[in-house]
């Protein structure tokens, strides 16, 4: 019973570095989001999926780009990291049915960017 | 500009005794509103939630309160344990269309001390 799953767990970057955070989902929910979480600034939505082929921008999503060729993927791709984007990440879906609110969060990717 | 706030940082409170975690929001338009939980290193686990349409929500030892004229809901917990020691994180979405997002609270760090 996978739910969400993020990959790597830790990574570390240098400036100007570009990478990508994975993440999958095997409940075949519609919707998809990536979230920040900043010590004092709570969990912030940088970017979300409706559906395949469906993205829009969160709260913060300068620096960050996303796609969604699948249903059960949504990667998050850093092209070049700052300083500022040292955060971890949370990838989180949830179903877009009536009554179906809650998300499912993955277990976080913690990166650090030097 | 904040739509969900959770004004306290931090709580400590002996075990036994009732917690109360409060909440507040700004959007009038959030019409469902959750409870997460979050242990260090791990992601936010779904704890209780509560649709406008109530101003109660009871799950065991958690109550969710929800005063819609105030824009205010509170989680208490009773009784506490030391294993409820986590951030606690309040969130809110409105329904309609694709408005799937949950925005959320900064968090409350609970700490129970036996």
């Known amino acids: 019973n996978a739910g969400v799953t993020q990959t790597p767990k830790f990574q570390v970057l240098k400036t100007g570095q570009s990478m990508t955070l994975q993440c999958a989902q095997d409940m075949n929910h519609e919707y998809m989001s990536w979230y920040r979480q900043d010590p004092g600034m709570g969990l912030r939505l940088i970017h979300y999926?409706?559906?395949?082929?469906?993205?829009d921008q969160g709260e913060v999503p300068n620096g960050y780009n996303v796609s969604r060729s699948t249903t059960e993927d949504f990667p998050l791709r850093l092209l070049s990291a700052a300083p500022s984007q040292t955060s971890v990440y949370f990838c989180?879906?949830?179903?877009?049915?009536?009554?179906?609110?809650?998300?499912?969060f993955g277990s976080g990717t913690q990166l650090s960017v030097l | 500009d904040q739509q969900v706030k959770q004004n306290s940082p931090s709580l400590s409170v002996q075990e036994g005794r009732i917690s109360i975690l409060n909440c507040d929001y700004t959007?009038?338009?959030?019409?469902?509103f959750l409870w997460y939980k979050k242990y260090p290193a791990e992601g936010p686990t779904f704890l209780i939630s509560i649709s406008s349409i109530k101003d109660k929500n009871e799950d065991g030892r958690f109550t969710v309160f929800l005063n819609k004229s105030a824009k205010h809901l509170s989680l208490h917990i009773v009784p506490s344990q030391p294993g409820d020691s986590a951030v606690y994180f309040c969130?809110?979405?409105?329904?309609?269309?694709?408005?799937?997002?949950?925005?959320f609270g900064k968090g409350t760090l609970l700490t129970v001390n036996p």
């Open positions: 989180a879906s949830r179903g877009t049915g009536g009554g179906n609110e809650k998300l499912f």
């Open positions: 969130a809110a979405s409105g329904r309609g269309g694709s408005n799937y997002k949950l925005t």
């Open positions: 999926s409706v559906g395949a082929g469906i993205t």
């Open positions: 959007n009038s338009m959030f019409d469902y």
